[in-house]
């Protein structure tokens, strides 16, 4: 096991732990810049859409994982994203490039609308709210047919940059590929400022960080506004490359499966949300292909792929709470002390008592 | 108009008010925020709509063995699974129930098909004019049977050795233990109590409404009606779910028809901002 004797608190913010890590990562960017060539378009489609995902769980992760502040409604914000894009580019013909930006302030500017419940409610009260939020976004696309389509939905192109025809889903992949990139750099600077510290002091205890100085206000706010900022992008970059979006794609089950990807990637981590994202928008292919390994009566039947992802969130919680990334990191563990491991090492500890779970 | 959408609504209300019940139930005494509480409620139904209809089993001895199936149900799904997660962080918990609706409704689609069947009604016969106001014998029934489920449970709580056992599990987990209740029992108990509310609520909901797979989304609009009253309290849960479902009614009556639809989230929104702990709610102090 390695030893790292830090000599500042600046250390504690580094970028990269070890220089050894940054090995890992350049190799991981020469693989995914190196994939569309041989992976062909299908797979290339579907790692698009995995790195969108990625930026939302990001953003959702920011929210639920940091500060702890559940949201059952962000599909909403993708939903505002998405329309936003298609609205200016479709309807009134601006460039996919203003558009974007736009996505993520539009649906950052919603999000504060929602701080006057978010701040003074908490846990279940605000799960409740941000899912009827979701439920009115719904009712709004619906009933608001000038900008949204309404049932008919919208149909999105793929965006040009320049002379360049973006049309390909092997060029689409690079723009997200960019843009996934930057947004978890982003992410990781959050998180390793005085802005994440403060989020996750929220978390762990309002009175304790209150009583630090840090404004709980303000810091929830932020908490929103960002994720929602995340949201809208993921949102604008998902309508050009599905082609179309109609009120069907931001429903409820959109926002349970976004936080799916966090619990089932790991929650508070960057690289919990990467992994989560991508192990879930794969998940459908995956069960594609072991439903041939099944009995004909069983993987023949209308509900299996329900069943098999409601069945994967239980036994995810039930098993492995801290998700794939905690996994990741017992293994890792596990190999680096190697002789002396122990099966409670990582054991997680209980409340069972009222008292001590009141925060 | 306004008082038949009036008295509708409080049948709608009554049906929001059984499944927040069921919600109640299990926070209070497991700390659990059972998202799968409409799911239960479908199984229930359908676990009807099957000893009717291919068993050919009279009504009322089919609500009886209803309510015993999905009370063991309760008990295995306790048993089995809810036991090991006792103490997890809520969110998880609410991650889990989830994933146990999506679970239970995809496997209700391989059992009983996606189709939608007609539930048949226990009455039946010429609604009952009162003044200018005709009441369907459907709507007098839910009432009725609400009033009368409510009626019992506050019995069973307040007199039965049982139900003081589960006010005390409720209140202090720890003291109740200390004073010789089986405190793992109760948690049973419960489920299989808020299991059997849920299938009474299905009985009473699927004759007006219907019987299909998805009907357990109608526990997502049960959710503001618990919140409205306070999540954690009983007679909250009660008045909660008769507002929603009257205000939702009226609002589908007065106001454009695609408001009746969020106008549950919109009270709630309203009420929340000025009141956040819901009407009969206690704002619980934290300590540090």
């Known amino acids: 096991m390695k030893f790292k004797l830090k000599k500042s608190y600046m250390e504690d913010l580094k970028l990269f732990e070890y220089k050894s890590d940054m090995v890992g990562y350049g190799v991981l960017l020469v693989f995914l810049f190196i994939f569309p060539s041989w992976a062909g378009n299908y797979w290339t489609y ?37 329309y936003t894009v298609g609205y200016m580019t479709t309807i ?24 006057l419940p978010a ?56 723009v ?5 990139i930057l947004f978890v750099l982003l992410t990781k600077n959050i998180v390793r400022t005085s802005l994440g510290r403060a989020l996750v002091a929220v978390r762990d205890s309002e009175v304790a960080a209150q009583s630090m100085g840090i404004p709980l206000a303000k810091v929830k706010t932020q908490a929103f506004v960002i994720s929602g900022f995340y949201a809208g ?58 439903k041939d390994a099944l009995p004909a009566f069983l993987s023949q039947q209308v509900g299996f792929q329900g069943a098999v992802y409601g069945l994967i969130i239980m036994l995810f919680i039930l098993f492995e709470p801290m998700g794939i990334y905690g996994r990741y990191l017992k293994i890792k563990y596990l190999f680096q002390v190697f002789p002396i491991y122990r099966k409670d090492t990582f054991r997680r500890e209980r409340k069972f008592q009222k008292a001590q779970r009141t925060r | 108009m306004f008082w038949h959408l009036f008295i509708s609504g409080m049948a709608l209300g009554c049906v929001y008010a059984l499944i927040a019940l069921g919600f109640v139930l299990i926070y209070k005494a497991t700390e659990v925020i059972n998202f799968a509480q409409g799911e239960f409620m479908m199984v229930g139904a359908f676990v009807a709509f099957s000893l009717i209809h291919f068993a050919h089993i009279p009504f009322w001895i089919t609500v009886i063995l209803t309510l015993l199936i999905m009370g063991a149900f309760g008990v295995l799904l306790d048993r089995l699974v809810m036991r090991f997660l006792v103490g997890e962080p809520a969110f998880s918990l609410v991650m889990f129930t989830i994933g146990l609706a999506l679970f239970l409704r995809s496997v209700a689609g391989m059992i009983w098909s996606t189709d939608t069947f007609a539930f048949p009604s226990p009455v039946s016969g010429e609604a009952i004019q009162l003044g200018s ?14 009033a009368m489920l409510v009626l019992l449970l506050y019995l069973f709580f307040r007199f039965t050795n049982l139900g003081i056992a589960l006010q005390a599990t409720s209140q202090n987990q720890f003291a109740a233990y200390l004073m010789g209740i089986n405190v793992e029992g ?5 489920w299989a109590l808020s299991a059997m509310v849920a299938a009474v609520a299905g009985i009473l909901l699927a004759p007006t409404l219907f019987l299909h797979k998805d009907m357990g989304f109608i526990g997502l609009k049960a959710f503001p009606a618990a919140v409205l009253g306070g999540f954690g309290s009983i007679p909250g849960a009660i008045v909660g779910g008769l507002i929603i479902g009257i205000s939702e009614n009226l609002a589908g009556g007065f106001l454009p028809p695609w408001v009746k639809d969020i106008f549950a989230y919109l009270v709630l929104i309203a009420v929340l901002i000025v009141r956040p702990e819901g009407l009969f709610g206690i704002h619980e102090k934290k300590k540090v």
């Open chain 1, 233 to 290: 992008i993921a949102g604008g970059l998902f309508a050009p490359l599905i082609n179309f979006i109609g009120p069907d794609n931001f429903t409820i089950i959109e926002s349970i499966n976004l936080i799916v990807m966090i619990i089932v990637g790991g929650l508070a981590s960057i690289h919990g949300s990467i992994f989560g994202a991508i192990f879930i928008t794969l998940l459908s292919e995956f069960i594609r292909v072991g």
């Open chain 1, 119 to 174: 701040l003074r409610l908490s846990g279940i009260y605000l799960a409740i709210v941000t899912m009827g939020f979701g439920f009115i976004i719904d009712q709004v696309i619906l009933e608001w047919p000038e900008v949204t389509g309404g049932a008919n939905g919208l149909l999105i192109n793929r965006p040009t940059l320049g002379p360049l025809s973006l049309n390909s889903d092997a060029s689409y992949y690079y």
């Open chain 1, 46 to 82: 579907n790692l698009t859409l995995a790195g969108i995902y990625c930026i939302a769980a990001l953003g959702l992760n920011i929210l639920t994982g940091y500060t702890g502040m559940i949201s059952l409604g962000h599909a909403a914000f993708f939903a505002i994203g998405a």
């Open chain 1, 92 to 115: 009134l013909g601006h460039s996919f490039w203003i558009a974007l930006p736009l996505a993520g302030f539009a649906a950052a500017f919603v999000g504060l609308s929602l701080v």
């Open chain 2, 133 to 146: 106001v005709a009441i369907a014998p459907g709507d007098m029934l839910v009432v009725g049977a609400t």
């Open chain 1, 176 to 180: 997200v590929l960019v843009i996934v």
């Open chain 2, 186 to 190: 109760m948690f049973s108990v419960v």
